[in-house]
């Protein structure tokens, strides 16, 4: 049973597009919300987190979006580069442990 | 600071075989963990350790044991390979029960046969 239902699996978007990934949960225990970046052959790298008593994160082009009421977060890519195609995951932390999505594999075309 | 590092890189197994795959940090982090990457599944929590002599089960700890004797190094250990152990697992460090920055290690890719 998968705790972050993460969508869509797969993106592809053109240079200077703006790819929006999505995140839900149910579990309101959750209290730290990270996303990460997978290039191939290489770990996971943490890219931005948000707290659930924030609604907006903003790291240069990077922006999370968190809606508690909904229990759905989101990550936007501002202005994406090819640099920018990878895999992505959001998580959601309960106590001592991290639950992972799906991931989101995102090319972006120059 | 080599951050979080493991060994082997690559790993094939027989059905039954045993082996430990290797983390050490070199950041003084108190967290560590292990985590298994299969496709379509994300990564899933293994076990986790809150510091020296601590640890704990996560989402998926059948098959693995862990220790950790001392705050740089958290081995994983395979007792008795099966094919659905067949994965990638990355290990990570945290100075503080993740609650700030998340570093993984590069991976070790293990095929049990």
């Known amino acids: 049973q998968q705790q972050v239902k993460q969508s869509p699996q797969s993106l592809i978007v053109q240079k200077g597009g703006i790819p929006i990934i999505n995140c839900a949960y149910e579990?309101?225990?959750?209290?730290?919300f990270p996303w990460y970046q997978q290039f191939p052959g290489k770990g996971p790298a943490l890219l931005i987190a948000?707290?659930?008593?924030?609604s907006e994160k903003k790291e240069g082009r990077f922006t999370i979006s968190f809606n508690k009421s909904a229990k759905q977060f989101s990550l936007h890519i501002m202005d994406s580069q090819p640099g920018d195609s990878a895999t992505y995951f959001c998580?959601?932390?309960?106590?001592?442990?991290?639950?992972f999505g799906t991931g989101t594999s995102l090319t972006v075309i120059p | 600071n080599a951050g979080v590092t493991q060994t082997p890189k690559f790993q094939v197994l027989k059905t039954g075989q045993s082996m430990t795959l290797q983390c050490a940090q070199d950041m003084n982090h108190e967290y560590m963990s292990w985590y298994r990457q299969d496709p379509g599944m994300g990564l899933r929590l293994i076990h986790y350790s809150v510091g020296a002599g601590i640890t704990d089960q996560g989402e998926v700890p059948n098959g693995y044991n862990v220790s950790r004797s001392t705050t740089e190094d958290f081995p994983l250990r395979l007792l008795s390979a099966a094919p659905s152990q067949t994965s990638v697992y990355f290990c990570?460090?945290?100075?503080?029960?993740?609650?700030?920055?998340?570093?993984f290690g590069p991976g070790t890719r293990l095929t049990v046969l």
């Open positions: 990570a460090s945290s100075y503080s029960r993740g609650l700030d920055t998340q570093y």
């Open positions: 948000i707290r659930p008593d924030v």
């Open positions: 998580a959601a932390k309960s106590g001592n442990q991290f639950y």
């Open positions: 579990n309101t225990a959750f209290d730290y």
